[in-house]
């Protein structure tokens, strides 16, 4: 039976990856094993960190959300449960996009949110 090669495909991986390691540093987009493993740990942080974005975004409208709410009174939370029960149904991202873009939109939602409070304290 022949013998079986398989260089045009092997080629092929090792073009491929040695593509993506292109820009890393000295021996990692030069040498194939180096640049093997340096794309191989980068997807697997791209993977990971599709994921934390996520989680990143929140966290940062929740600051947002919180520092525009004590400019009017309210703690991040009150304002969240008072909108709640309001019956307003308003995303955090939109939340903290009213809360840097537009100020007036924002107080508008905290009155109504503050009315809910001391309607609640009642």
Known sequence: MPRVKN?????ARKKKIMKAAKGGFQSRSKLYKAAKENVERGLAYAYRDRR??????RALWITRINAAARQHGLSYSRLMDALRRAGVEVNRKVLADLAVR???AFAAIAEV????????AK
């Open 113 to 120: 949110a503050k009315a809910e409070v001391a309607k609640a």
């Open 52 to 57: 934390k974005k996520k989680s990143e975004f």
């Open 7 to 11: 260089g045009p495909a092997h080629h």
């Open 102 to 104: 537009d100020a007036d």
